[in-house]
Structures are given as structure tokens and as C-alpha cells.
């Protein structure tokens, strides 16, 4: 009949204002700036700086290899290298970036730089609160807001982040045996060198004896 | 006439029926007598236009947390407790907002249809009787007026939509005019078996007429075959006069952007949002006096209660009512919309004439007697319920809707 589907209607539209009053999982709602989801691991927005340590400009694992500058699609990072050098987390002397600053307003979040950074000293954050008042300084993220701790890295991708420490332990470690192995080379062949240089000795001083003995005849 | 009829209180109750009135009498005698009717009628001038506008502040909010909570969401709950600053909000945006005139836009026409409107509408409310003795211009023809003053508001409409130079804005117009003029004839007939019962064209005296009590229950026309009939055609077409939900093409969002709107805004779109709700109340006010029994109690042991108390009671139970049908319904196809007005809505309300005539004499052949006045009961309501049903079957026949053809273009 004419109007029964209005009824209907109007008794489900009823349903759901009463019960909206009564029971709480009908109301999806979470009222953002008070109260917040957890975030999902794989949420990423734009990159930031890992830093190892207490110290984030000491810290930095960047190297200023600039492959992330060369490689971003809108190029949005800047970076200028360093004069002078400074140990990595190997101990090895590296250059480090005096300027890395990203435009976070030109960044489309496409995760190359972190994909291509061999060192993995660049990941992407979760951070999604951005609003400035200044749309050009504002949003030109330098070195020093980039920088965020390991723990922070592990606290927003655990898992990603548990590999990337592997990873560099096991490099790390690798790099140390191949220290240690070159160290106990280098002395193996120190010692033979010394016992190459005894033997030399001999046959020189039993040249030198024959000789005397030599002259001593004539 | 005697308004008054039936109406036995205390003293205090009297006194609080009256309260409104009793101040407009004291302010206007401290005027000397020659300005006194001006001063009392510059009172209720002002008195309606301060409160109807802010029920349409209060609509607003409470419509937008309605809705919400019809689809399981909160509603705005930012500005004030519970958001009930939203309406203080809005106007500041609105009022601070540029007020932009496309440039090749009619100027003039521009501005004035704004204004039209709210104006014409105003003007609905000076015969409506919004309590026992409430009303602002007591004119005998008052319905008349209302109804006249309703089609200028079509107008308004098309001068907006005229003006803007826009598409959307002549599209929503031409919409609104066809849908506006089309239910205006609904409209009307319906409202007319109160005023062949009431034998008035007074809204006083519509009242006055269903003032009585049987037992407890009161004389409403709704509580007829006619009557009922006649409300819900009211309800249909008051909606579709409005630009309510389901009949909102006009202004449809998905379809026309804003409608014939669309070119407005800062205060002059706030002038046509205010202009569509203060329509819509003021159509539910002439519904309740009309069928409603306008400020009467629902039942005789309530009426201590202040008449207006009862008018706004009422007029806020409408506005619910209307609401929840903006969160139930989809919006009509324009086929459907004129189908529905002239193959339904325009049979009905002219077969709910005659079966208000049958009851009218009915009454008088079968004379006084709990029998007769059941017999002219049913019979009426069988045949407005008969028609109902054979018209919605025909109304719900699947129409064969197969590849379009053409004839000339192929």
C-alpha cells in the first residue's frame, strides 16, 4: 500500500534517534582533538632523521650521501654537505649534513628517500599535526626538527624498526670481523715479516762471514 | 462569536493565559491614548518578530543534532554546552561574510528577492493566533490572507533565481515555481473542509469551533474522516511548499549546487535559510489551527495550561516531525513530484470536499444518536480509505521503463 515504506522508514530513523541515546556502540563517533585512536603501524605521512644516542645532531645517521636529494620525485630536500668528517655508528669518519631541511609542503609522501638511503637514516613519521601559521617557513622542516630518536622510530613502526637495528648490528658486526680479521692478518703477516726479516738477517750475516773468511784466505 | 467558549479557570491560570496580552495593554497605556493602538500593535509586531526568529535559531541546532542522532552520529556539540551556541556562531559567519553579487547579476532584483521573501512571510504570521486572544491582526478573511500572501513568496523565489545570471539558481527557481504552484492547489482545497465546516475564513474562529470537549477529548477536525484526510494532504503539501525533505528539489545539493541560492551568500543566504524555516513554521501554524485545534489542550482536564503554551507545544512537535522526515526520506524525481500532486494529491483533496459535504448533511439526514453518527463515520472513512488505496495502486504500478526511442533523431 501507498506509505508503507514511509512508515517504516520513519520507525528505523526513530530507532536509531532513541537509540543513540541509549546505547553507546551505536555512536562510532570519536570526538578528535580530546579523544584519539591508536595509530595503525603502517601509517606514514612524511620522512624524518634517525639519530643514534642522546646527542641528535651527533647522532645523525645521515651521512650526506645525497641520493635521497637526487633520487626525490618533487624535489623537496635540501641538503648541504659537510667540510670536515665525523665517526659514524662503525667509528668510521663520514660527512654530515650542516643543512637538511625537507618542504613538507612539497613532499608527496612517497617513500623513495627512504627506499633508497643506504644507511638507514631517513624514515617516515607518523607526526600528521602540521598546521602553521607561516605556509612557507613554516613548513620547511631543517635538521634539527627532523631529528627524532631511535626509540621514537621504534615506538611508531616496532617491527620495521627491529629489523633496521638488525640489520645494522649485524653490519656492524660484520664490519668488526672483517676489522678483527684484517687486524689478526695484519699481525700474522707483521710476524712473519719479522721472522722473514730474521731468516734475511742470517743469510746476510753468513754472506758477510764467508766473505771475511774469503779475504782472510787470499 | 463567543472565542471564549468553554473556558472556565481560576483566576492565576486566566492570568497566565493572558500574560502576554496584559503586558502589551499595560505598555501601551503609559502612551497617550491617540498612539496607543500604534504602541500595540508595534508590541506584537515585535514580539513575533523577536520569537519566531529565534525558534528558527533554536531549529536549526536542534535539526542538525536530530538528524545526527537519527544517523548515529552526535551532531554539533562544539560551541556551548551541548552546542546550543551553534545558531550565535552561524550568525556571526554569516553576518561577517563578503557579500558577493556576480557582476552580471541584476543588481536590484538581486537584493530585493531576499528581502521579499522574509517580508511576505512575516507577513503570514499577522493573522495567526498563536493564543486566546493572540493574534496580531484579527481579520476575517485571515486564512485568505495567509494563502494569498503564501504564492508571493513564489515570486521571491523566481526573482532570485532570475537575477543571479546562474544556471543552478534558474533551474532550482523553475523547479521551485512548478513544484510551488503545483501543490499551492493541494494545499488549498485541503485547508478548505475546515472552512466549510467552521463556515469562517477567520483562524479565530476555526479555533473557537474546535474548542468543545467530549468527555476529554477535544473537537479537533484531525479526529474526522474529512479531517484527518484533509491533514495529512495539508502535511504533504505544506512540505512540498516549503521545499522540505523528500521534496527539496529546489534546492536539491547533489543536483544544483544550492538551487535558486546558489548566488547568495553572507546575510542574504542567511535571509533565505531564515525565510524557508519561518515558512515552514508558520505553514505548521496554520496546520495546527486549521487541524489541530490551533492553541486548544488535547484534553479537558489540561487546559490550565497557557494557550500559547500549547500553540508552541504544538509547533515544536510539527517541526519534529518534520525533521525526522528530512532524516527518513530520499529526495522525489521530478516525474514523481507532478505525478504526486496532480494524479494523487489533487483527486484526494477534491473527493475530501465532497466526502466533508456528505458529512455536513449526513449529519442532518441521519439525525443525533451514537448509531447515526457511526454510520456517517465509517461510511465517510470507507470511501476516503477506498480511494487511498486504489489511487496508491495505481500510483505504485510499475511503470515499463524500456530503451528510449526516437523517432526523428535516428
Not at chain 2, 551553534?86 to 528581502?115: C, G, N, W, Y
Request: glycine share 8%; net charge neutral.
Amino acid at each position: 500500500m501507498l506509505g508503507e515504506g514511509i512508515l517504516k522508514g520513519l520507525a528505523e530513523t526513530a530507532k536509531n534517534f532513541a537509540g543513540s541515546f541509549v546505547s553507546e556502540e551505536r555512536l562510532t563517533t570519536v570526538e578528535y582533538p580530546e579523544q584519539r585512536l591508536p595509530q595503525i603501524e603502517n601509517t606514514r605521512d612524511f620522512p624524518f632523521l634517525v639519530y643514534d644516542g642522546d646527542d641528535a645532531m651527533a647522532g645523525l645517521r645521515c651521512v650526506s650521501c645525497q641520493i635521497c636529494e637526487k633520487e626525490c620525485p618533487p624535489k623537496c630536500i635540501y641538503i648541504t654537505k659537510s667540510a670536515d668528517k665525523k665517526p659514524d655508528y662503525v667509528g668510521k669518519a663520514q660527512f654530515y649534513p650542516t643543512r637538511f631541511d625537507i618542504d613538507v609542503s612539497v613532499c608527496m609522501s612517497c617513500q623513495i628517500c627512504v627506499e633508497v638511503c643506504p644507511f638507514e637514516a631517513i624514515k617516515m613519521d607518523t607526526e600528521f599535526e602540521l598546521s602553521t601559521e607561516d605556509r612557507f617557513g613554516g613548513l620547511i622542516l631543517d635538521r634539527h626538527k627532523l631529528a627524532k630518536s631511535n626509540e621514537y622510530y621504534h615506538q611508531i613502526h616496532p617491527t620495521e624498526a627491529a629489523e633496521v637495528d638488525a640489520r645494522l648490528a649485524e653490519e656492524k658486526a660484520k664490519v668488526e670481523a672483517k676489522a678483527k680479521a684484517a687486524a689478526e692478518a695484519a699481525a700474522a703477516k707483521a710476524a712473519a715479516d719479522a721472522a722473514a726479516k730474521g731468516t734475511a738477517d742470517a743469510t746476510a750475516k753468513a754472506a758477510e762471514s764467508a766473505a771475511k773468511s774469503a779475504e782472510g784466505q787470499a | 462569536m463567543n472565542l471564549n467558549a468553554g473556558w472556565a479557570s481560576t483566576g492565576w491560570t486566566s492570568t497566565l493565559d493572558q500574560i502576554f496580552v496584559l503586558v502589551q495593554h499595560r505598555v501601551a497605556e503609559l502612551f497617550p491614548p491617540v498612539l496607543q493602538p500604534w504602541v500595540a500593535m508595534i508590541l506584537g509586531v515585535v514580539g513575533i518578530v523577536a520569537v519566531f526568529p529565534a525558534i528558527f535559531a533554536l531549529t536549526t541546532v536542534l535539526e542538525r543534532k536530530g538528524l545526527g542522532r537519527m544517523q548515529n552520529r552526535l551532531g554539533p556539540n562544539r560551541v556551548g554546552p551541548y552546542g546550543i551556541l551553534q545558531p550565535m556562531a552561524d550568525a556571526i559567519k554569516s553576518l561577517t561574510k563578503e557579500d558577493i553579487i556576480p557582476r552580471s547579476a541584476d543588481a536590484v532584483v538581486h537584493f530585493l528577492a531576499p528581502v521579499v521573501l522574509v517580508v511576505a512571510i512575516f507577513l503570514g504570521y499577522a493573522v495567526l493566533p498563536v493564543g486566546r486572544n493572540m493574534v496580531l491582526m484579527p481579520i476575517d478573511a485571515g486564512i485568505l490572507f495567509f494563502f494569498a500572501i503564501g504564492a508571493s513568496t513564489e515570486l521571491s523565489i523566481f526573482m532570485a533565481g532570475w537575477s543571479s545570471r546562474n544556471k543552478y539558481s534558474l533551474l532550482g527557481a523553475m523547479r521551485a515555481v512548478a513544484q510551488m504552484i503545483s501543490y499551492e492547489v493541494p494545499l488549498l482545497l485541503s485547508a478548505v473542509v475546515a472552512i466549510m465546516m467552521t463556515g469562517s475564513l477567520s483562524p479565530e474562529a476555526i479555533v473557537a469551533a474546535q474548542g468543545g470537549f467530549s468527555g476529554v477529548l477535544p473537537h479537533w477536525y484531525v479526529f474526522t474522516p474529512w479531517g484527518f484526510a484533509g491533514f495529512a494532504l495539508f502535511v504533504v503539501a505544506a512540505l512540498a511548499e516549503t521545499n522540505r525533505s523528500p521534496f527539496d528539489l529546489p534546492e536539491g545539493e547533489s543536483e544544483l549546487v544550492a538551487g535558486y541560492f546558489t548566488e547568495y551568500s553572507g546575510f542574504k543566504f542567511a535571509l533565505f535559510f531564515l525565510g524557508e524555516y519561518l515558512g515552514m513554521m508558520s505553514i505548521a501554524g496554520y496546520g495546527i489551527t486549521l487541524f489541530l485545534g490551533g492553541w486548544g489542550a488535547p484534553f479537558s482536564f489540561l487546559a490550565f495550561i497557557p494557550s500559547w503554551a500549547w500553540f508552541f507545544g504544538k509547533l515544536f512537535l510539527a517541526i519534529f516531525f518534520f525533521i525526522w522526515l528530512r532524516g527518513t526520506l530520499p529526495r522525489l524525481r521530478q516525474d514523481q513530484l507532478m505525478n504526486f500532486a496532480w494524479k494523487f494529491m489533487l483527486p484526494m483533496s477534491l473527493l475530501n470536499l465532497l466526502v466533508a459535504a456528505a458529512w455536513r448533511f449526513l449529519g442532518e439526514w441521519l439525525g443525533a444518536g451514537v448509531g447515526a453518527e457511526a454510520i456517517r463515520w465509517l461510511a465517510c472513512a470507507a470511501v476516503l480509505g477506498g480511494t487511498y488505496v486504489l489511487l496508491g495502486r495505481a500510483m505504485l504500478r510499475r511503470q515499463k521503463i524500456g530503451p528510449r526511442s526516437y523517432r526523428y533523431a535516428e
